[in-house]
């Protein structure tokens, strides 16, 4: 596949889980795949999008609109460059987060204590 992810991919109700690995998508990754406010999916629980060549990952509007229930965040291995996006430490209920092999860089945000029940952290192979 190639191409960018439809924004309307966040607003489908029903989707739990979202696997786009290993492909050539590339863009920004849309702000409504984290959504889970009013009008976006509050259901989704997995994005996988490892492999890819995103750039950038959308800032939502604000906080209350990430998602509380996604539990596993897969963007390894992106073109992903920039600070560490602080605000992906809203993501309390994040189980799995994979944000190794990208480009990122500056500090480590220190809200990363946020993740309360962060089980798995991948952040290798950045600029850190």
């Known amino acids: 596949l190639t191409g960018l992810i439809p924004a309307t991919f966040g607003k489908i109700q029903s989707l739990q889980v979202i696997s786009l690995s290993g492909n050539s998508l590339g863009g920004i990754i849309p702000a409504s795949l984290l959504c889970g406010s009013s009008g976006y999916n509050s259901s989704m629980r997995i994005i996988q999008l490892g492999v890819n060549n995103f750039t950038g990952i959308a800032k939502p509007s604000n906080a209350a609109c ?8 897969d963007i390894h ?15 309390t209920s994040i189980l799995v987060l994979d944000v190794s092999g990208n480009v990122f860089s500056g500090n480590f945000p ?17 600029s850190f």
Do not use: C, S
């Open 66 to 73: 990430v998602n509380p229930n996604l539990e596993n965040l």
């Open 77 to 91: 291995e992106n073109r992903i460059y920039g600070d560490f996006p602080a605000w992906l430490t809203d993501l």
């Open 110 to 126: 220190a809200k990363v204590g946020n993740f309360a029940a962060l089980q798995e952290l991948r952040a290798a192979n950045n």
